[in-house]
T-cell receptor
Framework: DAKTTQPTSMDCAEGRAANLPCNHS???????VYWYRQIHSQGPQYIIH???NNETNEMASLIITEDRKSSTLILPHATLRDTAVYYC??????????FGKGTMLLVSP | DGGITQSPKYLFRKEGQNVTLSCEQN?????MYWYRQDPGQGLRLIYY???????QKGDIAEGYSVSREKKESFPLTVTSAQKNPTAFYLC??????????????FGSGTRLTVV
């Protein structure tokens, strides 16, 4: 599975959009981009995934560049409860999820 | 409500003792997984099972054992051979269909402390 690179940490003001970037320059054509988040001392929570089209659900939007080498997770109106570690993962087929260190997003009042 | 239940939430054991962590799911998921997380680190895969009575080693299987006798249950035993067992253990499950990996559902974790 392709390696992903994320910033170690980011800050966001409550009510503003949080834009979390992820680089996956070696992603292959059959690999999806997945996003999970982990609130402190809890299990990770699935957020969204996509292949090449932009995706949106009730939690977030996923924007994937045309060359698929990077993506951005957008939380449109961040709240304090969105403070968590966010993981960007590229994987395909029957591969198992592997987690890097992710991005620690701190949402402040 | 469907979900994954891990028990207990906190577990203390003396060094040299084996300990079994429970994981039960009622989501009718085919696959189940065990991960370990150390402070400030990502999750590392210990074992996974795609089907009943079958399981595969993950990246850090040494010192651990599992069984998958029922679709709903995937217990993890931390043996005395595991050098650094103190960690946060997470169980997950997923529905495998075709070539797509559907999202994983995680339990709330068991924090094991060995003294």
């Amino acid at each position: 599975d392709a390696k992903t690179t994320q910033p170690t940490s980011m800050d966001c003001a409550e009510g503003r959009a949080a834009n979390l970037p992820c680089n996956h320059s070696t992603i292959s054509g059959n690999e999806y981009v997945y996003w999970y988040r982990q609130i402190h001392s809890q299990g990770p929570q699935y957020i969204i995934h996509g292949l090449k089209n932009n995706e949106t659900n009730e939690m977030a939007s996923l924007i994937i560049t045309e060359d698929r080498k990077s993506s951005t997770l957008i939380l449109p109106h961040a709240t304090l409860r969105d403070t968590a570690v966010y993981y960007c993962i590229a994987l395909s087929g029957y591969s198992t999820l592997t987690f890097g260190k992710g991005t620690m997003l701190l949402v402040s009042p | 409500d469907g979900g994954i239940t891990q028990s207990p939430k906190y577990l203390f054991r003396k060094e040299g003792q084996n300990v079994t962590l429970s994981c039960e799911q009622n989501l009718n998921h085919d696959a189940m997984y065990w991960y370990r997380q150390d402070p400030g680190q990502g999750l590392r895969l210990i074992y996974y099972s795609q089907i009943v009575n079958d399981f595969q080693k993950g990246d850090i299987a040494e010192g651990y054992s599992v069984s998958r006798e029922k679709k709903e249950s995937f217990p993890l035993t931390v043996t005395s051979a595991q050098k650094n067992p103190t960690a946060f253990y997470l169980c997950a499950s997923s529905m495998n269909r075709g070539v797509f990996n559907y999202g994983y559902t995680f339990g709330s974790g068991t924090r094991l402390t060995v003294v």
